[in-house]
């Protein structure tokens, strides 16, 4: 497995965040806090009204991501955040998709 800058194991998270997730400005501050720990991948509404991301990066960047996504931004309300293990895919860039 790879490392990172930090020399962690880089891991990859598929993440499903429930409630009030859409038109509160998540997508964008996903995208500003993961860039802000180096972490890279995406997120992206889902039809439903839930929001998904994939966090890829050492492993405490990833797990500070995932924390971050069962609050959100201020405006969100959180009721359910469901976590996955992936391969990482090499991501190289985060980014609202």
């Known amino acids: ?7 962690s194991a880089v891991v990859r998270r ?3 965040i429930r409630g009030l997730v859409q038109g509160v400005f ?3 501050t ?4 993961a860039r802000s720990r180096g972490v890279k ?9 839930s929001v998904e991301a994939a ?12 924390d971050w996504a069962r609050r959100g931004p201020s405006s969100a309300d959180v009721t359910a955040v469901e976590v996955s293990e992936e391969q990482p895919r090499g991501e190289t860039q985060f980014r609202v998709v």
Do not use: K, Q, T
């Open 55 to 66: 966090f890829e990066g050492g492993n405490s960047a990833v797990e500070a991501m995932i």
């Open 26 to 28: 998540f997508r964008d």
């Open 14 to 16: 598929r993440v499903v």
């Open 1 to 7: 497995m790879a490392d990172d800058a930090g020399g």
């Open 41 to 49: 991948g995406w997120v992206r509404n889902l039809p439903e009204g």
């Open 30 to 33: 996903c995208r500003r806090e």
